[in-house]
């Protein structure tokens, strides 16, 4: 599956941003799909993840209440909607996707696809 992330910019604290993942490929459905970020000398941390086919979701404590994943079907996306934008959640952000046999992974290392990264600043 490819994977083509988009929707970053520069927004003001408090302000929201919308995310999308583009999947082309192999049927969607067959995987879980997930978004992590980031940061400058940083590693890579999970944010949030959907199961395509169930809809399910997990966040992170850091996403949660804020961030909400869902997917379109019509589109063949997944976006994150972000609110209340803080400076720590600036980075760069990426989707990737994992083969539902796998189960619901949180670890980056675990995931087989990755899209091209989006980045999000967050300016105070």
């Known amino acids: 599956v490819q994977l083509q992330a988009s929707g970053g910019g520069l927004v003001q604290v408090g302000d929201s941003l919308r995310l999308s993942c583009a999947a082309s490929?192999?049927?969607?459905?067959?995987?879980?799909m997930g978004w992590f970020r980031q940061a400058p000398g940083k590693e890579r941390e999970f944010v949030s993840v959907i199961n395509w086919r169930s809809g399910s979701t997990v966040y992170a404590d850091s996403a949660k209440g804020r961030f909400t994943i869902s997917r379109d079907n019509a589109r063949n996306t997944v976006d994150l909607q972000m609110n209340s934008l803080k400076p720590e959640d600036t980075a760069v952000y990426y989707c990737?996707?994992?083969?539902?046999?796998?189960?619901?992974?949180?670890?980056?290392?675990?995931?087989?696809?990755w899209g091209q990264g989006t980045l999000v600043t967050v300016s105070s």
């Open positions: 490929g192999r049927s969607s459905s067959n995987y879980y």
């Open positions: 990737a996707a994992n083969d539902w046999r796998k189960g619901l992974q949180l670890s980056p290392g675990l995931y087989d696809y």
